[in-house]
C-alpha cells in the first residue's frame, strides 16, 4: 500500500482513506465536502472525461469562479492523466481565446459568470473543442437527457454538457491511468506583462515537491483550517494552497468574493489557522486586526506575497499580528508557490525600521537561490550587489510549453533565471528590488523603481505610486512617478520631486510626475508596467 503521494490524485485518496468524514472543502454558507465526498466526485468527473474521449496528457481549460467543482475538476484531471489550463476568471474573451488556441485545449470548463464571455469566442475555436457548463444547462439547450457535444458557430452556448450530469452517472472507481511524476499537470500561463503570457509546464513531481515545501513555509500542522482568499483561477493558488492544505489533510473554507470584513467573520466563525493577505487589502485589513484581535486568536501564519509590498506597511501588519507574519516571493514557473520566505525566528526583535520587512526571507525548504551578475558569475551576497536572481527546486517547471527558446533562456543547468533583479545579504536573507525588464537606466546610471516607490509612499497623500521609465533623447530613458493621490492633499508635481530631491540622489528624482486616478493592474493585481509605460508615452507625447 502506498504511504506518499506518487501523483496529485492520490492526495485526495490518501485524505478519503485517512479521515473520510473530515471536512475538506467548506463555503461560508455552510456547504460541506468530505474528504470521502471529494475523492468520490473527482473519481467520476475523472471517469466521465475519459468517457468523453479525452486522452492521457490532452488539456481542459477552466474559465471558472471559485467553487468546490474547480477543486473537483483539478483531481479529476489527475486522476484520469489530463493537464488543467486555468483561465483567469477576469480575462475578456480574445485573451481567454489565446490561451484555448495556444494550449490545444480539448475541452472547456466554465460556470454561469463566464457565459456571456464564452459567447464572444470565435466560432472557430469549436470545431474541435468539448464544453461543459458547471451549474445547470444554459438558455436554449433542447436536450431531455445529459448530452454531450461541440458548441455550434451560430449559437455558441446553446448545446453543452452538464457538469452535474456527467459526475452523477460516471462510474465512482478511480480510473486505473497509469501517472508518472514527470507528467504534465497544470499548464500555467504568465500574466503575460511583457508580451504574450507563456505556459509554465507543471509537473506531477514539481506539484507534490511544492506541497512539502510550502506546508513547511507555511509553518503547517496537522489538520490547518485555511480561508482561501485568492481566486482560484490564478495559476498559484491550487496547487500552492488548495493542494498543500489536502496534503496536510486540512480544511479550505472557499471565500470567493469577499470584503476585509467577511474575512474576520469567516476566521472567527471557522477558527482559521491560515490565510492570505493581498498588497490592496493590506491597510485595511491590517486596522480590522487590530479592532478586534479576539476575533483572529486562531491564527498561526498570515501570508503576504504575489505584489510587493511597502516595509512601512508590513511593518505595520507585524504590530498588530507579530510574528505570525509570512512574507515570501514565488512565481508561476515555481509550481506557483514560494521559493523564498520569512519564519517566526526571523521577526524576533524586530522594530518597524528592521531589514527584515524589506526582504522576502531565506530560500525555502529544498530551495538554493543565488545571484548572478550582468558577467553571468555569481555575484557576492553582500547585501549590495544586485543582480539576477536564479533558482533551483525540485518545485521548478520543465519548461515553456512550445517554446524551446523561452524554455531554454530561463532553465540553464539546473538554474530557472527568474527575470527579477535583488540582493542576497551575509545572513542569507533575499532582498528583491525590481523585475529586471522593470530597470531604468538613465544617463547610465541605475534606478531601481521599487526603491524610489517606496520612498514616495511616505509623503503623506500619496495613496499609490509607481514608477517607469520614458525614453529621453539625451538621457536614454527619464524616470517618471505616477501617483494616485488623496484629493485633500493637494500634491503637486514640484512637491514630491523636492520631497525625492531631498532624500534620495539627484539621479534618483523623477523628472515628471502624473497624477491618475487608479494604476492599470494585472489580473493578478499587480501593477501593470508595460500598460502603464504606454500611458505615460501617450501623456509625454514620446515614442
Request: contains cysteine; negative net charge.
Amino acid at each position: 500500500m502506498k504511504v506518499q503521494p506518487e501523483n496529485v490524485g492520490d492526495l485526495v485518496e490518501f485524505g478519503a482513506r485517512r479521515h473520510p468524514n473530515r471536512p475538506a472543502l467548506r463555503s461560508r454558507d455552510g456547504q460541506l465536502r468530505t474528504y470521502a465526498d471529494l475523492d468520490e466526485r473527482s473519481s467520476r468527473f475523472a471517469n466521465a472525461l475519459i468517457g468523453l474521449g479525452l486522452s492521457r496528457g490532452e488539456r481542459i481549460a477552466a474559465w471558472m469562479d471559485d467553487r468546490f467543482e474547480y477543486i473537483e475538476l483539478y483531481l479529476a484531471a489527475a486522476k484520469a492523466g489530463l493537464v488543467v489550463c486555468p483561465i483567469n476568471a477576469r480575462y475578456v474573451a480574445s485573451e481567454a481565446a489565446y490561451l484555448l488556441a495556444d494550449s490545444e485545449a480539448r475541452l472547456l470548463v466554465w460556470t454561469p459568470d463566464q457565459d456571456e464571455k464564452v459567447a464572444e469566442l470565435d466560432a472557430g475555436i469549436w470545431s474541435e473543442t468539448i464544453a461543459v457548463r458547471v451549474g445547470g444547462r444554459t438558455r436554449g439547450d433542447r436536450g431531455s437527457g445529459p448530452s454531450h457535444g461541440v458548441l455550434r458557430s451560430e449559437a455558441p452556448v446553446a448545446r453543452t454538457t452538464d457538469y452535474e450530469s456527467l459526475v452523477s452517472t460516471a462510474s465512482a472507481a478511480r480510473p486505473a491511468v497509469l501517472i508518472e511524476p514527470d507528467d504534465l499537470f497544470i499548464l500555467g500561463y504568465t500574466s503575460g506583462t511583457t508580451g504574450r503570457p507563456k505556459g509554465a509546464m507543471l509537473t506531477h513531481g514539481s506539484v507534490l515537491a511544492l506541497g512539502v515545501q510550502n506546508s513547511i513555509s507555511y509553518r503547517f500542522g496537522e489538520y490547518p483550517t485555511v480561508a482561501l482568499t485568492g481566486s482560484m483561477s490564478f495559476v498559484s493558488v491550487i496547487p500552492a494552497q488548495v493542494l498543500t492544505t489536502l496534503r496536510m489533510g486540512g480544511t479550505l473554507t472557499v471565500m470567493g468574493t469577499w470584503a476585509p470584513a467577511d474575512l474576520l467573520d469567516t476566521i472567527r466563525r471557522d477558527r482559521i489557522s491560515f490565510t492570505y493577505i493581498p498588497s490592496p487589502l493590506l491597510g485595511e485589513l491590517t486596522e480590522l486586526l487590530d479592532r478586534d484581535r479576539e476575533a483572529w486568536r486562531t491564527l498561526e501564519t498570515v501570508l503576504h506575497s504575489a505584489s510587493k509590498a511597502d516595509p512601512t506597511h508590513l511593518a505595520a501588519l507585524y504590530s498588530v499580528i507579530g510574528s505570525r507574519l509570512l512574507e515570501g516571493w514565488g512565481m508561476t514557473e515555481h509550481s506557483g508557490g514560494l521559493a523564498a520566505a520569512t519564519t517566526e525566528r526571523d521577526y524576533f526583535g524586530a522594530t518597524s525600521t528592521s531589514p527584515v520587512f524589506g526582504s522576502v526571507g531565506r530560500p525555502a525548504f529544498n530551495v538554493d537561490v543565488r545571484v548572478i551578475g550582468t558577467d553571468g558569475h555569481p555575484a557576492p551576497a553582500d547585501g549590495d550587489t544586485v543582480g539576477e536572481l536564479l533558482i533551483a527546486s525540485p518545485a521548478l517547471m520543465s519548461g515553456y510549453w512550445k517554446n524551446p527558446e523561452a524554455s531554454r533562456a530561463a532553465l540553464q543547468n539546473g538554474w530557472f533565471h527568474s527575470g527579477d533583479l535583488g540582493t542576497i545579504d551575509p545572513d542569507g536573507y533575499v532582498h528583491v528590488t525590481d523585475r529586471r525588464n522593470d530597470l531604468i537606466v538613465s544617463g547610465g546610471m541605475n534606478v531601481y523603481p521599487s526603491e524610489l516607490e517606496h520612498y514616495i509612499a511616505t509623503l503623506p497623500g500619496v495613496r499609490r505610486v509607481a514608477v517607469v521609465g520614458a525614453p529621453h533623447p539625451r538621457w536614454g530613458q527619464t524616470v517618471v512617478a505616477v501617483v494616485v493621490a488623496d484629493p485633500a492633499a493637494r500634491l503637486t508635481e514640484e512637491i514630491v520631486i523636492e520631497y525625492c530631491r531631498r532624500g534620495m540622489a539627484s539621479y534618483k528624482k523623477p523628472s515628471r510626475v502624473l497624477f491618475v486616478s487608479q494604476l492599470p493592474e494585472t489580473t493578478s493585481r499587480k501593477v501593470a508596467r508595460q500598460e502603464l509605460r504606454e500611458q505615460v508615452r501617450q501623456a509625454l507625447g514620446v515614442d
